[in-house]
């Protein structure tokens, strides 16, 4: 199997833009929901997260247009979950991309430095190949690695 890691400031994405509109905090995401053609839910994930930290996130997607809403999940000693929606019209998501070309995602959507970081694993070298080239058509690939392991390395 191959494992793929790319990393992509990816154009008209909502996280990838809070991202960037946020470099110094490192956000996760185990992912969202494509609602309806230009409707996108996900569920963010502010580690280390201070209540300076929450409170300019929550103002940022309150006040920004395209984000039409969101909502505090729940709140740990050291983590923020936050529910967001927005309207927005990327070329195509890289969860998309990722399908479309029969990749597995592996551990969560990580958002940091304004950039947009995956690991997946694909059966073959082609396959994760035009993965890399699809992703081309949705913003800048900064990292692009293929590597050949195993499954169980990756799964474990």
Known sequence: MFKVEFGIVHHNCPTNQLSRNFPDVHFT????????PGLVEEVLIIDDANDETVEAVMHYLNTTPGYDECEPLERT??????RWRA???????????VEKNRAFKIGNEVQHEGLERWTVACYTRPQAEQLLEDLKALGE??????????????LN
Do not use: L, M, N
């Open 87 to 97: 309207s927005c019209t990327p070329e195509a998501f890289c969860s998309q991309v």
């Open 141 to 154: 690939v900064k990292i692009a690695r293929i590597t050949e392991t195993s499954w169980v390395d990756v």
């Open 77 to 82: 000693a050291d983590r923020a979950f936050i």
């Open 29 to 36: 995401s185990p992912g969202g929901f494509i609602v309806s």
